[in-house]
Nanobody, 115 residues
Framework: QVQLVESGGGLVQTGGSLRLSCAAS????????MGWYRQAPGNQRELVAA???????NYADSVKGRFTISRDNAKNTVYLQMNSLKSEDTAVYYC?????????WGQGTQVTVSS
């Protein structure tokens, strides 16, 4: 069993920055992929960014150039640095981990961008 705990969400003004963290714990030998998704009210959950154990990354077009995903494999932790935040980035952000073919989700952390 794997548990994911996110932190770092909050309220920020347009143009500001936030850094999200997600720490995985439990019986973990390796985490194949870690990623961040988000869900705004009335919208479906969408991929924000993902990173493999080898460091390959993938970003949603809407965040390219503004967000950066990184991970510390030794700590089983993934980060999301969010810069130049916009009101449309307001959402609950969820951490996801793929471990031996099984997906795990965190509980989510709220990010609110105010103008």
């Amino acid at each position: 069993q794997v548990q994911l705990v996110e932190s770092g969400g909050g309220l920020v003004q347009t143009g500001g920055s936030l850094r999200l963290s997600c720490a995985a714990s439990g019986t973990i030998f390796s985490i194949d992929v870690m990623g961040w998704y988000r869900q705004a009210p009335g919208n479906q959950r969408e991929l924000v960014a993902a990173i493999t154990s080898g460091g390959s990354t993938n970003y949603a077009d809407s965040v390219k150039g503004r967000f950066t995903i990184s991970r510390d494999n030794a700590k089983n932790t993934v980060y999301l640095q969010m810069n130049s935040l916009k009101s449309e980035d307001t959402a609950v952000y969820y951490c996801q981990a793929l471990v031996i073919g099984r997906l795990y989700w965190g509980q989510g952390t709220q990010v609110t961008v105010s103008s």
